[in-house]
């Protein structure tokens, strides 16, 4: 992922203040990889890694996150903010029915999701009406009518009277039954083709101008990648729409379909659908789009995590007292704890850094409450004690073995373990220090 080759990038860096040039573009390599494999278009790529470039020379580096996360924590504020920041919701016509008229490829998904988007009105007591005005299919008004009745939405179809044969004379009809029955909202769907063509658009088009809808939504496959853009600009210059709902994210398909569509179009994306299941279907989070199209939500939710627990002046306490040989102390090896103790179960954290994961059997066996023990241990021990652990022999040992309620066998094993982590430390001071380890220099 993303995430795994960006901590490769950084493995080298240490340091504080700015990341050098030679940084940023490597990174900027990185990002440009992730954006293109989640099919993003190119030159949408090529304008948001400029921008997340600007972002990342004029920015310090911060404290509590390496590198990495930082960028990574860069790149996903941005993807936000160009996915629209905040979700985008249905305007409602001031009097009368809401018309929402529904255009796109055959196959974008339509039909299923007109009747989502009705079951979805439903729930927040509207009184929505579907109509069929795809007349191309020959099962497509069927299709709907299945689809009504398993949300139980009344569906609107062509018959002797209501414009047979005609989807512009359908559509208009519809609005009338709307007003006769008092639905508040007409969801039309509409015929797609294969590819875009001509008619097609015309008919869209002229559906559109009868029934001056309040929102033109474009329905498109997610799965469809690159082509998204190119369709999504046909339909815009053909049709035009107000909104964008992307489908079939069930699908593994990254996303990228999202940002490009609304870098190009300026179309907010409204609503996202994603399986078969009527209930398959959800107001449109950039937030979470922003995390699919990086693949790493475990990730940003440590970044989050660390950045909320993060005490920034102890660690540079920390940080000066590595690198004295010797400086670090037992007192700083319990606040350490406590402080990755804050990011939650020491389990779920360990789990979620990269290249953790070989380790899993033994964090399945990590006992949380070992922490409550070496807590007792430490807390029994004198200032003296903690500061300098050297001092700590058998008498001492057997005190604070009393005084815990621990064996000596107990803290002979601590102070081992603090002697073997004070080691690693200093080495890794020297070193190049642990990515995505909270609450230590990286
Ligand atoms: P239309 O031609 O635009 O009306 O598309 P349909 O609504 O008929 O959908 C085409 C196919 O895609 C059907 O087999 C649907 O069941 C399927 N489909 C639609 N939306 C989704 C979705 O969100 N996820 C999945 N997995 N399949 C979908
Ligand atoms: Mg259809």
Redesign the pocket.
């Given at each position: 992922t993303l995430s795994d080759r960006l901590a490769d990038t950084f493995k080298n860096l240490r340091g504080k203040g700015r990341l050098s040039e030679a940084d940023i573009d490597a990174t900027a390599r990185e990002i440009r990889i992730a954006l293109l494999e989640a099919d993003v278009a190119l030159p949408v790529v090529k304008e948001f890694v400029g921008a997340v470039k600007e972002r990342a020379r004029s920015e310090e580096v911060s404290g509590a996150l390496n590198p990495a996360q930082q960028i990574i924590k860069i790149v996903h504020e941005e993807l936000v903010t160009i996915l629209g920041g905040e979700t985008r919701r249905l305007r409602y016509a001031k009097t009368g029915p809401t018309v929402i008229m529904l255009a796109?490829?055959?196959?974008?998904?339509?039909?299923?999701?007109a009747a989502k988007l009705a079951h979805w009105l439903k729930e927040q007591d509207k009184t929505p009406v579907l109509v069929a005005a795809?007349l191309q299919?020959p099962n497509?008004v069927q299709?709907l009518q299945v689809n009504g009745e398993r949300v139980g939405v009344p569906v609107f179809a062509p018959e002797p009277g209501n414009g047979t044969g005609n989807p512009v004379d359908v559509a208009r009809a519809s609005i009338e039954e709307a007003k006769r029955k008092l639905y508040d909202v007409v969801i039309i769907?509409t015929a797609?083709r294969l590819g875009v063509d001509e008619t097609l658009m015309q008919q869209a088009a002229d559906i559109r101008d009868a029934v001056q809808p309040d929102e033109v939504l474009f329905?498109v496959d997610a799965m469809i990648g690159q082509d998204a853009v190119v369709t999504a600009q046909a339909f815009l210059d053909g049709v035009g729409y107000d909104g964008v709902v992307l489908?079939?994210?069930?699908?593994d398909a990254r996303g990228g379909a999202a940002l490009s569509i609304r870098s190009i179009t300026g179309k907010p994306v409204m609503f996202a659908?994603?399986?078969?299941k009527m209930t398959?279907f959800d107001l449109f989070h950039p937030d979470r789009m922003a995390s699919r199209i990086l693949d790493m939500g475990d990730m940003l939710t440590l970044i989050e995590q660390a950045e909320k627990a993060f005490d920034s002046e102890q660690s540079m306490k920390t940080a000066e007292k590595l690198a004295t040989k010797g400086g670090f102390t037992l007192e700083d090896f319990l606040q350490q704890m406590m402080q990755l103790r804050k990011l939650g179960s020491m389990t779920k954290i360990m789990g979620m850094l990269p290249g953790m994961g070989q380790f899993r059997d033994q964090l399945e066996n990590f006992d949380e409450r070992e922490i409550d023990r070496i807590q007792a241990i430490i807390q029994s021990m004198t200032p003296a004690e903690r500061d300098n652990p050297k001092i700590i022999d058998g008498s001492r040992r057997a005190r604070i073995a009393k005084g815990s309620g621990r064996q000596v066998s107990d803290v002979n094993q601590l102070v081992d373990r603090f002697f073997e982590a004070r080691k690693m430390m200093e080495s890794m001071a020297k070193g190049g220090g642990m990515p995505g380890m909270p609450g230590m220099p990286g």
């Open positions: 796109g490829l055959q196959g974008a998904g339509k039909t299923t999701l795809d299919r497509a299709q769907d797609g329905v489908t079939k994210l069930d699908g659908s994603s399986g078969e398959d």
